[in-house]
């Protein structure tokens, strides 16, 4: 038996340039808050209700209702490290999750990051 599998069970290499990768990049430039979510992810409606109640607008991008879905998620998975949604970025950076997005506001951090944000743009 070799070493490093047989390539049928390598995970292709992902486009960092490639149509997905320049919008994904793109829409996290442009937006103070993206949410790369899935429509029936409880953790993606987890996120988006915590920028709802703190009356943050934030762009959505439903990774389930996209031709290029899966595309765009192994973009996200290259950028971040994970494949998991919600991935949420607030002024360019990913703060990971839904549990982590929760976490930040009842800590009092996450309206600080959206206004740094805000003010900057």
């Known amino acids: 038996m070799t070493m490093g599998g047989s390539p049928s069970c390598q995970v292709a290499a992902v ?7 320049v919008m ?40 389930d209702k996209e031709k ?5 998620q192994d973009v996200l998975d290259n950028m971040t490290g994970t494949r998991t949604v919600p991935r949420v970025f607030v002024g360019g950076t990913c703060i990971g999750g839904g ?14 990051m959206v206004k740094l944000c805000q003010a900057a743009s």
Do not use: W
């Open 99 to 112: 549990t982590e997005t929760k976490q930040l506001y009842k800590e009092g951090k996450l309206l600080d």
């Open 15 to 21: 486009d960092m340039r490639g149509p997905e990768a």
């Open 68 to 72: 290029s879905g899966m595309a765009v």
């Open 24 to 63: 994904v990049k793109e829409k996290i430039h442009d937006n103070c808050v993206m949410i790369f979510s899935k429509t029936y992810c409880p953790y993606c409606k987890m996120a988006k209700k915590v920028f709802k109640d703190l009356g943050v607008p934030y762009e959505v991008y439903e990774i």
